[in-house]
């Protein structure tokens, strides 16, 4: 009785389960990963934007600060930190993205 309902399916793993159905319009990573990868540099933007308007600490304060004063010096620092910053976090993901899904194409 048991062998029948092991080939039906009734006693599926749930692991089996979450692997072919759990996410299958996500390709098991690579997408999922591509957006976090699209939203780091869309983040950091944002976060950039929303210090130059509203912060009197932070490094889109302090590009205002020395644009304003033409201390060009000063002003590259904090645009280096974030494109570093930038690459690393990407490179990460990228990183990420090759040990989830060696197959894709966008993680090469």
């Known amino acids: 009785m048991r062998q029948e309902h ?22 098991r ?31 889109g304060f302090m590009i205002t600060r020395y644009a304003n004063v033409f201390e060009m010096d000063k002003t590259f620092v904090p645009v280096i930190v974030l494109m570093v910053l930038g690459v690393s976090l990407t490179s990460l993901l ?7 899904a060696p197959w894709s194409s966008a993680n090469r």
């Open 94 to 100: 990228k990183w990420v993205g090759r040990r989830i």
């Open 29 to 59: 990573g690579a997408v999922i990963i591509a957006g976090i990868r699209l939203a780091i540099g869309r983040g950091l933007i944002g976060m950039i934007i929303a210090e130059f308007y509203t912060t009197i600490s932070g490094l």
């Open 6 to 27: 092991a080939r039906s399916g009734v006693f599926v793993s749930l692991k089996r389960v979450a692997r072919v159905a759990g996410c299958p319009a996500a390709v």
